[in-house]
Structures are given as structure tokens and as C-alpha cells.
């Protein structure tokens, strides 16, 4: 079983950045592939961003295409978000999946972190 422990959330004008951080623990920690997720208040979650294990294969949603970009560094997973935008306002999570097809569906994935607040403000 992998532990994820995000981090970097915080509170940023609409157009800055923020660079999030997900350390997976736990045997074979490198091995999966992690994905990130969104919740904001009263919405669905929303699918973000995945990345493989290698960190070669990466999947964005729509909505963050040409802003985020994932990489991973062996056990810890990098989401950065630039030109945020006041919709981007949520809870972000990072999941980790035991099988490594490329996918943005929050039900195959294992493992969850706790979440970490990103606020953007106008």
C-alpha cells in the first residue's frame, strides 16, 4: 500500500502560480501512476492531470491544457499551474493507480492524499 501526502497549496492572484507536490510512501512508491484530481466547494470532483510511472506519459483535462504541466521525480509528483484562474479554485488531490494505462478516471485509482487548498483570487 502507497501513502501520498500532498503539499504547495496556498493563496495566489488570478495570472500567478503554484507548484503542488505529491510524495508517495510506502513500498514500490515509484511504481504507480498518479494522477491529480479537483473538488471545489459544492462541485464533482474534476479530473486535472496523470502521469505514468516512467513520467514520460502524461494526460491533461481540457481545462488545464497549455497551463499545468505534471513530472515526476521517482517518488514525488509535481503539478505546475500557471496562469491560474479563479475557476481553478479547489482542493487538489493526488491518487495513485497500480495499473499504468493513461487515465483520468478517478474510480481506478487506489490510493488517495488528504488535499491541499489552492484559493485564486481576481
Known amino acids: 500500500q502507497v501513502q501520498l501526502v500532498e503539499s504547495g497549496g496556498g493563496l495566489v492572484q488570478a495570472g500567478g502560480s503554484l507548484r503542488l507536490s505529491c510524495v508517495a510512501s510506502?513500498?514500490?512508491?515509484?511504481?504507480?501512476?498518479i494522477g491529480w484530481f479537483r473538488q471545489a466547494a459544492g462541485k464533482n470532483r474534476e479530473s486535472v492531470a496523470t502521469?505514468?510511472?516512467?513520467?514520460?506519459s502524461t494526460t491533461y483535462a481540457d481545462s488545464v491544457k497549455g497551463r499545468f504541466t505534471v513530472s515526476r521525480d521517482k517518488n514525488t509528483v509535481y503539478l505546475q499551474m500557471n496562469n491560474l484562474k479563479v475557476e481553478d479554485t479547489a482542493a487538489y488531490y493526488c491518487?495513485?493507480?497500480?495499473?499504468?494505462?493513461?487515465?483520468?478516471?478517478?474510480?481506478?485509482?487506489?490510493?488517495w492524499g488528504q488535499g491541499t487548498q489552492v484559493t485564486v483570487s481576481s
Open positions: 491518487a495513485a493507480r497500480e495499473g499504468d494505462g493513461a487515465t483520468l478516471i478517478a474510480a481506478l485509482y487506489d490510493y
Open positions: 510506502g513500498p514500490s512508491s515509484n511504481g504507480y501512476r
Open positions: 502521469i505514468g510511472r516512467s513520467g514520460v
